[in-house]
């Protein structure tokens, strides 16, 4: 009975968290252009490589060492603020170095017609690093037994680029990937404090 639900909620979250990305996609294909979602698109897929590839196996072992400290003490605070302090000692130097060449880079790389989406990629750094931080440490919802935590997070997130996609939908796509990055970094780094509380105990 305990884990009956657990399932459920986490099949629910990464739907939302799915719908999220591709609703925002559609939505900027019709207010925007093709052309501009496939700038977007490539700036995503560019940007989560160090999530999915440093951020997962950082994520691996925290949740292995979190999830022993758990079953010693109930908490895994001591195991949380060591791996903040590794994500923010990689990470500071990625992202920072992307943020001071991506447009640069892109254009370097794909070409000068793709310096554009180095543009796009400087606005949304600051989020990728922040996702990069609170992702790896996601999984102490499922340690702390919290997945509804995690399904609401997702709503909020969905809810969210709805009404940010809305709201900017009269002004410029640069506009609205500027207000999109602030809200949504914000909404992570409050569900960051949350993941600590849960890390704590306190939740």
């Known amino acids: ?22 609703l925002t996609n ?59 302090r590794k994500l923010v000692l990689i990470g500071v130097p990625i992202f920072g170095l992307l943020y001071l060449t991506v447009e640069s880079l892109f254009a370097f790389v794909f070409g000068e017609p793709w310096r554009i989406a180095g543009e796009y990629a400087e606005i949304i750094i600051p989020f990728f690093f922040v996702q990069f931080m609170v992702s790896s440490i996601s999984s102490i919802e499922t340690i702390m037994e919290k997945q509804n935590l995690d399904l609401l997070f997702n709503i909020v997130i969905l809810v969210g680029s709805m009404v940010i996609i809305v709201v900017s939908s009269a002004f410029s796509f640069k506009i609205f990937l500027i207000n999109w990055a602030i809200v949504i970094s914000l909404l992570y780094v409050i569900y960051g404090f949350v993941l600590m509380k849960m890390a704590e105990g306190k939740i």
């Not at 979250?13 to 719908?19: D, Q, T, V, Y």
Request: no cysteine; glycine share 6%.
């Open 26 to 84: 559609i939505i900027i294909s019709m207010i925007y252009s093709v052309s501009t979602l496939g700038f977007y698109s490539h700036v995503q897929r560019v940007l989560g490589l160090p999530a999915s590839l440093i951020g997962t196996s950082i994520g691996r072992v925290f949740f292995h060492e979190a999830n022993k400290e758990k079953q010693r003490t109930g908490k895994a605070i001591k195991t949380w603020k060591k791996t903040m």
């Open 1 to 22: 009975t305990r884990y009956r639900n657990f399932p459920k909620y986490s099949i629910l979250a990464i739907l939302a968290n799915k719908l999220s990305y591709q």
